[in-house]
């Protein structure tokens, strides 16, 4: 097989994650662990570009990225010092958490590996602005018009929920 | 109809009393609720009285029989097409009476009680529960059939626990109501299975039906038989069960004097005139089913009440307690009427005995109201309830010395007052009856003349006791009703009972017969001598006598050890014999078993909660390493 | 291919390169040939623009505030920053004890990448675009909207309560400002039917959009403006780094060549932002036509777009210059009340009309 | 197209280990911000996932592509309110650890 850029891009996103994930989830300072996830999930933006899905890629860098992981860095500003470091995880959770994660993980992979994939022959889609904006308030067969609402309005609560719930009660002294 | 459509106000109006001074009477003040509910039945006597003259002298008539009027009736529960229950008002002589009787004596009462019970706690309460009783009294008397009147029957007996019970912040009081509450509970559990018995077999409850003579469904009844006895007979005893109950026979007499707990116009209206003869009447409503079908059962209910009679009046002449004496004078003279209803015969002068036995009633009910509201004047004066306290009272209380001493000649049966009739009507029909009873009946005479001028000679005479202060005469209000039931205990007698209440509505010549009377009154007046010659004048006769007769006076003044016996039999035998072991079996085996259970579910919990962490990551690891493992599983034993 | 070259259209002279290219090597070779060329030639560029945006920014400060400015390292102080940058690389660079090694080494690059990123969308002359994105608007801010997350780090990792505070406040600056760049970003993209940067500039032939959209065009124009100047921490909303309060905000512990990154990532981003406002508003490398003045039109367009991109831009920049040295500084409260309760507001109303503007055929074009 | 020549299994063994790394953070982590990291690393796994199938076998499809797009809202509102609550904790009890977070009272 000749190897292509796509390749050596595919590998860079790959190694990424894969090396990323797994310190975002092993190392022992919060805020380390905050930035590698950031990597990770730019890295997915990555993949997304590869996909040519550049609109999930701008999402995810938005949302993700931007959003999530900001808010989550805000977070751990108020509440954690720079001094903290977690506590090594104690030998026996770790070996049997992470004895379940490879079984899981290595059951998955075979599986996915001796699987047969089917792909249509339909031609591919074009997918650009208009069509996504067009399904989304569509109320066709492939319109997505009530998750759309049903999203809006989900985030419409989790906003007043987050409000009222992280507002600051007047302390009774 | 029959024009008493009226009728069916004279119990609903103390009802709505009651739901007024129950609902509304504790933010009026307590003089507007005694007044509401005196007016109620004042109405309520009026009607009574009105009535009264309608049936015996204007429509109740018809070919010289006074006839069984439904004045209104609705059908309340639809059984089947033949068995309904209905709830109604009946007209008849016997009715009509007792609602004289209850109407007058429970007006009486009410006016009494506007002084009597005046500031005291749960004045409104009071008058409340009075409208309650009146109400199922009345209803009581006016049933229609046998089922309505057990309805109201019960309800009397919880009018009746409720007002013993009335001071309920005093132990003895809730335990006296609790005792005539368990003790008329388990009687009417007879008569209870009585009514269903009868109405099994007879396929209605209407009284109409049930008690004209020669009924064919009594008759189809009386042929079934039962261990020997028939069915008729079975279930009027069992129904006379229920009465004995209600009307304090011996053996279930004891709950009676305890229940002179209550204030004291709540024992004469109930625990003396009204409720407790309910057995009495329920014996005359059902008179013609007992004497045409079941002689046998007649003959229990002679005997029961002779037997109650005697034994009441000895314990009564040894009690101290001025309201005792007066229940088991009661208690006495109930067994009087019973007796009377029991040597009754059906038809013309057969029917005397039943004839006295209402007349008594009614007299009776005149004169022991009149005994008990005295007393309670007596007690209002003297704040005491014990004769050892009282004396030379005369002095004090000229208004009610007077009136207690008219109720006691009366009683005693001296001639020309109301008592001498009807006590002389009883005794010449037990004599023409049955010679045992009539000889009981004529010591009880004796008897009861001698503890009653006991009380009234301690009470009256004799010297003055340390008073708190200086007795004094009651208020008007309470010693009118006072004047107005005296006036009634010396004039009903003349009230010509032979000609309206017989035991088949038709008139008949009743007479004094000379000898019996004679012999009466002499006996009458020997206890009235004994008593002035043992208690007129401070002496130790009395001790003497006490000690004499040792056993007898111990046996009496503890009332026979009765409720001993009930102790003992209760607590000894049932609880050790039949309550210990069920409770064992109880305990070790059904509880043990669901203990068991409880201790297992327990054990396991306790070892399994320490998986339920509450910690989220324990709870993901175990849902992950299962879903491992049953992936795994799957793929070696289905993808090879 | 032939070898090409225009002034006004690169994208003969682009295509050249990637056919020789080709021909030289393999694909493989040839496309990572490519990634070097443009990587180098936008970080030349990158340097440049950014050490003289310092310089620029110094000689406008000098010129409002009735002085001189930077005249002595070349002419007119031409090369006044790049001597500062020498100095600034041949500093001591301070490590800081009980800091994160690893995230405050980290932070500059962030910074920076971000701001290098956003870079790649921007369209700089017809057929001079790196990448021709269909979501351009979109990407660009996507990827400055990860540029807060280099300032959190930096101030965090600093351990130091005048970085840690500086950070939290300029962070939550960015976030609430980004709403309203996004939203007068929106607007205009109402407006042009698409995300994709080179349609936007295709589309403002006949006249610039700020223009065409009249009244809602020229509200996201003036939201665009104040909410971009904010979100690039720039005065008067420069609390993040306010001098007389917090030393220096998140880079007050940032020396030599880090605090560089930090100080030229300020500037680029800048430029990104003016540049992304000339595209979307201002009609980006296109020349300025009227409809229907044919010859006035033709006129324009020979003036190269190159020059009229950067003409753009850098009026644009010289706006928020002249802001930050002619407006006093904002409290906090008066900054997140101006974004939360007056722009963001405004900004949603002004998408409703443009949309309604759009679907009724109201703006103005042939 | 930028994914010739890389076959759809890379990606999804990308994807899964990036799935197990998450399960293996929740399962380890104690604090509550690391927690949710790891649910999000599992939320974008499976995000790759749909995208992936998306691509390489429903072309002409978009039902994928909207999938994870509204996963990506969904996590967004789960994890504003998530860092409310984890504030407001951390305000009752001055810690985010989630083994130390034992009382119901407040």
Known sequence: MEITVNHLMFGLFAAMIMVFSILTVTTRRILRAATFLLLVLVATAGLYFMLNYQFMAGVQLTLYAGGIVVLIIFSILLTSHISQKFEPVGWKKAYFSALASIAGAILCITTILQHKFQATTEAAKEIDMKLIGNSMLSTDRDGYALPFEVISVLLLAAMIGAIVVAKRKKLKE | MSGFQYAVLIPIIPFLMFLLIGLVGHKMKPALAGLIGTTGLFISTVLSYIT???????????DGVYQKIIAFNTVWLQLTDKL????????DPISVMMLIVVTTVSLMVHIYSNGYMKGERGFQRFFAFLGLFSFSMLGLVLATNIFQMYIFWELVGVSSFLLISFYYDKPSAVAAGKKAFIVTRFADLGFLIGILLLSYFTQTFDFVTLTSPGCPAIAQAAGVTFMGASVVTIALVLMFMGGAGKSAMFPLHIWLPDAMEGPTPVSALIHAATMVVAGVFLVARLFPIFALTSPDALTIVAYVGGFTSLFAAVIACTQNDIKRVLAYSTISQIGYMMLALGVSGYGGHDGLGFMAGNFHLFTHAMFKALLFLGAGSIIHAVH?????????????????????????????????LSGFFSKDEILTAAYHHDKILFFVEYAVAGLTAFYMFRLYFNVFWGEDRHYHHTPHESPLIMTLPLMFLAFASI???YIPFSELVTSDGAAFEAHIEMPIAAASVGIGLLGIFVAWFMYMKPKDAPAKMATMFKHVYKWSYNKFYMDEVYLFVTKKIIFNYISKPVAWFDRHV????????????????????????GQLQKYAFVFISGVLVLVLSFVYFFMN | MPFTFSIYDFTGFTQWIDATLRGACSPFWAVLWEMVIVGVLFLAFYAVVGLYLVYAERKVCAFIQNRVGPNRVGPYGFFQTIADLIKLLMKEIISIREADKLLFNLAPFIVIVTSF????????????HPIDLNIGVFYVMAISSMGVVGILLAGWSSNSKYSLLGAMRSGAQIISYELSVGMALVTMCVLAGSLQLSVIVEQQRDLWFIFKGHFPAVTAFIIYMIA????????????????????AGFHTEYSGIKFAFFFLAEYMNMFIVASLAATVFLGGWMPFHIPGLESFNHVMDFIPPVLWYIGKTAFIILLMMWFKWTFPRLRIDQLLNLEWKFLLPISLVNILIMAFIVLMGWYIGL | MLNA?????????????MFFAGVYGFLTRRNLITILMSVELILNSVNINFLVFNRFLYPDKLQGHFFSLFIIAIAAAEAAVAIAIIINIYRHFNTINVEDVDKMRY
């Open chain 2, 52 to 62: 009264a003259y309608q049936y015996f002298f204007v429509s109740g008539k018809v």
């Open chain 2, 84 to 91: 309904h229950i209905d709830m109604g008002v009946m007209i």
């Open chain 2, 384 to 416: 005491s309830n014990l004769m050892t306290e009282m004396g030379g009272l005369r002095k004090y209380l000229p208004i009610t010395h007077i009136t207690f001493l008219i109720a006691c000649l009366t009683i005693a049966g001296v001639p020309f």
């Open chain 2, 491 to 493: 004039f009903a007698g």
């Open chain 2, 590 to 613: 059904v509880d043990a078993t669901m203990n068991g259970f409880a201790w297992a579910t327990n054990y396991a919990s306790y070892h399994i909660r320490e998986l339920q962490s």
């Open chain 3, 117 to 128: 990123l956003a870079l790649a969308a921007i369209p700089f002359a017809k057929g001079l």
């Open chain 3, 228 to 247: 971009a100047t904010a979100e690039t921490n720039r005065g008067p909303f420069d609390l993040a780094e306010a001098e007389s309060e917090l030393a």
């Open chain 4, 5 to 17: 020549g890389i076959p759809m299994e890379a990606f999804l063994v990308v994807s899964t280990l």
